[in-house]
C-alpha cells in the first residue's frame, strides 16, 4: 500500500525540523544532513537530480537540480523554476520556513518529473537563503539564477517558497502549485 500524500509531506517536515532540525552554514553536517534526505526521497521516487556545487568562504555548497523536459523536446532555454530552501535561520528547526517547502518541492519532483509540458520545469533546492548569506551573492538562489543569465536561459516565471500552507487538492498536487497543469500553464498559483 501506498504512502499518502499527507503522511509523506508531514514525514519529510518532521525529518527535517525534527530529526535533523536546525540547519545552516554553522551546523554543515545538518546542512548536508539535509542535502542527503533531498537526494534519498528523489532516488527512491526514481527522479534524476543534478547537483549544482558552488562556494561561498572556502566551503562547497550545492543547489539541486531536477530538470523536467518541455513536451516538445525544443530547447531546455525556457522554462519555469520553482525553488524551495533547504536550511533554516540560525536558532530555529525550520518547520514552516522551509521544510514545508522542500516536502512540497519534493512531492512536485514525484508526480511531475515524468510528465511533459509547453515550457521545461527546473525545480531546484538551495542552501543559504537565511542570514548571513540574506541578500547576498552567497544565496543559493542568486549563484542558480547568475548560472541561467550566463547560459541565456529564458527563465518565463520563477516561484521559490519561503514556506508553504500544505493543503491537498482533488488531483493530488499541493494546491500552491495547481496552475503547474497538463495544458502547459506558464505560471504557478501563489
Known amino acids: 500500500m501506498s504512502e499518502s500524500l499527507a503522511a509523506r509531506l ?51 555548497f550545492s543547489n539541486v537540480e531536477v530538470l523536467v523536459p518541455s513536451r516538445s523536446g525544443a530547447s531546455e532555454n525556457a522554462c519555469i523554476v520553482v525553488g524551495a530552501h533547504y536550511d533554516t535561520v540560525p536558532g530555529t528547526p525550520g518547520a514552516d520556513d522551509n521544510a514545508t517547502g522542500v516536502a512540497a518541492l519534493l512531492e512536485l519532483a514525484r508526480q511531475l518529473a515524468h510528465e511533459r509540458f509547453e515550457r521545461s520545469l527546473r ?46 487538492t482533488a488531483s493530488g498536487i499541493p494546491q500552491g502549485f495547481r496552475s503547474c497543469t497538463r495544458t502547459g500553464a506558464t505560471s504557478s498559483a501563489s
Not at 541578500?135 to 543569465?149: I, K
Open 123 to 168: 525545480l531546484v533546492f538551495f542552501p543559504n537563503e537565511e542570514p548571513p548569506f540574506f541578500p547576498d551573492a552567497g544565496m543559493g538562489s542568486a549563484v542558480y539564477a547568475a548560472e541561467l543569465r550566463r547560459a541565456a536561459v529564458d527563465v518565463h516565471t520563477m516561484k521559490c517558497s519561503a514556506t508553504t500552507a500544505i493543503d491537498q
Open 10 to 60: 508531514e514525514a519529510t517536515v518532521r525529518r527535517l525540523s525534527g530529526e535533523i532540525g536546525e540547519r545552516h552554514f554553522r551546523r554543515a553536517h545538518a546542512l548536508d544532513a539535509a542535502l542527503g534526505l533531498i537526494h534519498e526521497e528523489l532516488d527512491r521516487s526514481g527522479v534524476a537530480a543534478t547537483d549544482h556545487h558552488f562556494e561561498v568562504s572556502g566551503r562547497r
